[in-house]
C-alpha cells in the first residue's frame, strides 16, 4: 500500500463521512443533533494509523465541516487535529523510537469502540469551552442537554457499525525500516 | 535509526503544520468573516460537496418520510386498529403517494406566496434542501441553487406554511450550485420586524432557550402588542441593525408578552416562527439583488 493510496483512501472517507454528517444524519436523527462521524474516523486512524493519518483526516474534515455549517473556520478542525495528536500520543506512545516494526496498539473492540466514545466527547466538550472562550457559548444546560450528550449518544449509535467498517477499510499494517534496521 | 528520526521528525512537522494552518484559519475567520480566503474556502466546500449532498438528501429523504409515517401512527393510539387495516392495505406506492401529496401541499403552499404581493417586485427561485447545519448550536442549510441561478448573499429565503409561505433565513454563502442559509434561529441572526398592523417595531433574535423560537427585543413598553398577533419583517433600520430583507413577509406569531421591571422602557415578545424550520424540503429564495 503506496502512501498516494493510502492518502487517497484517507480523502475518501473525510468526504463520504462529511457528506453524510450534514446531509445525511440531520435527517435521520431524531434530535436537533448529529453524530460526530469524522470524530469517530479522528479517532480510528489515530489507533490504526498514528498520528499524521488521525490529523490530516481531522483537519480536512473540521474545515470542511466549519465551511458547510458556516462556522469559524479552524475551530472544529484545530480540535479534530489535536483529538487525533492526543489519541495517538496516548496509545502508540512508542512508535517514534527506532526503526524497529511500528506496531499498531493491541486494543480491543470494547476498547476501540470506547476511545472513540471518549474522543467525541472530548471534542463537544473542546468546542463548547472554545465557543465560550470566543464569547458565543450559550450556557452550560444548553450545552448539555441539546449538544453534547445528544451527539454522543448518537455518534456511539452510529459508531456501532462505522466502527467496525473503519477496521476492515484501514486494516492493521506493519511498516519495517528495512535500512535502518539492517545490520551495519 | 537515522530513518527512524527522520520519520519522527516528519511527523511532527506534518502535525505542526495542520495545527499552525486550523489556528491561522480560525484568526483569518474571525478578521474577515465571510470574505477573502476564508469566504472562497466555504464556496468551495460547498461546490465540491453539494452534488454529492444532493443524491445523499434524496437518498435518504424517503427513509425520513417513511419513518415519519410511522411515527404518525404510532401517535394515533385510538385509531390502531382502523390504521392496522389500512397499513395492511397500503403499498408502497400509497405511502409514497402521502409522501408526494404532504411536498405538492408545501409547493402549493410557496406558490401561493409566491403569487401573493408581499415580494412580488422581486424574481423568486424555487429550490430544495439538500443539507443542514450538523449541530443545534449553528442553524444553516444548504440549498441547491447558487450563483447560476442568480442567487446572492443576502437574499431572503422563505418556507411553506399552511396559509402561504414564512421567513426562514438569509443566504449567506453562494458558490455556482449550492448556497447556505442562515436560519432566523441561528445565534448570529437578527431580523427587524413589527407586528403587521404596525403597532410595534422590534428585533428578532433566537431565544435564549434555543427551543426554536424567537424574542422581539427593544419594543417600546407603550407599543400595544396582543398574543396571536402577527409578526412581519419591517423592512427598515431599527436601533443600527439594517434590514435585510423587503418589507412584509410574514414571520411569526405572538405566543407571549413579558413583564419587564418597572422602568424599563423596552420590553420582550416571544414569537413563534410559521415555517416548521426542522422540516424543510423546498424554499423559495426572494432575489433582492435582482429586485
Known sequence: MTLVTETLKILVAVFVLVVLQVSAMPQLMPTDAAPDLIAVLVVMLAIRRGMEAAALAGFLGGVLLDALADQHLGLTSLLYVLLGLLVAMRLQPAEAVGPLPSLPPMLSHARQFAWVIAGTAAVQVGMAVMLGLVGEGVGVRFELTQVIIPTVLETALVALALVPLLRWVFPVRIRIDVAAAAPA | ?291
Not at chain 2, 393510539?77 to 403499498?91: A, D, H, S, V
Not at chain 2, 442549510?141 to 433565513?169: F, Q, R
Open chain 2, 1 to 291: 535509526m537515522l530513518l527512524g528520526n527522520n520519520r519522527l521528525i516528519r511527523r511532527r512537522v506534518i502535525v505542526g503544520l495542520l495545527l499552525a494552518a486550523s489556528l491561522t484559519l480560525l484568526t483569518l475567520s474571525f478578521r474577515e468573516g465571510n470574505g477573502g480566503v476564508i469566504g472562497g474556502i466555504q464556496r468551495t466546500a460547498l461546490a465540491i460537496t453539494a452534488p454529492v449532498s444532493g443524491v445523499v438528501h434524496r437518498v435518504t429523504q424517503p427513509f425520513v418520510d417513511g419513518w415519519s409515517w410511522t411515527t404518525g401512527l404510532v401517535d394515533a393510539r385510538q385509531e390502531n386498529t382502523r390504521l392496522k387495516e389500512q397499513l395492511k392495505e397500503m403499498g408502497a406506492r400509497e405511502v409514497q403517494n402521502q409522501v408526494s401529496q404532504d411536498r405538492l401541499t408545501k409547493l402549493e403552499e410557496l406558490l401561493q406566496y409566491k403569487q401573493s404581493n408581499v415580494t412580488s417586485d422581486y424574481e423568486q427561485v424555487g429550490a430544495a434542501v439538500i443539507g443542514q447545519a450538523s449541530t443545534p448550536l449553528k442553524q444553516t442549510i444548504t440549498i441547491n441553487v447558487g450563483s447560476g441561478a442568480g442567487i446572492e448573499v443576502g437574499d431572503p429565503v422563505i418556507g411553506p406554511y399552511k396559509d402561504g409561505g414564512g421567513l426562514i433565513g438569509r443566504v449567506v454563502v453562494v458558490s455556482g450550485s449550492a448556497s447556505t442559509v442562515r436560519l432566523i434561529t441561528d445565534r448570529d441572526s437578527g431580523v427587524t420586524a413589527g407586528i403587521v398592523d404596525g403597532s410595534a417595531k422590534g428585533i428578532l433574535l433566537p431565544s435564549d432557550a434555543g427551543d426554536g423560537l424567537l424574542s422581539m427585543e427593544n419594543v417600546k413598553q407603550e407599543d400595544v402588542v396582543n398574543q396571536g398577533d402577527t409578526v412581519i419583517t419591517s423592512g427598515y433600520d431599527v436601533k443600527g441593525y439594517p434590514s435585510l430583507f423587503p418589507r412584509g413577509i410574514p414571520v411569526g406569531r405572538v405566543t407571549s408578552v413579558s413583564q419587564t421591571d418597572v422602568g424599563d422602557p423596552t420590553k420582550v415578545i416571544q414569537v413563534t416562527p410559521f415555517v416548521d424550520l426542522s422540516d424543510l424540503s423546498d424554499v423559495l429564495v426572494v432575489k433582492v439583488g435582482a429586485g
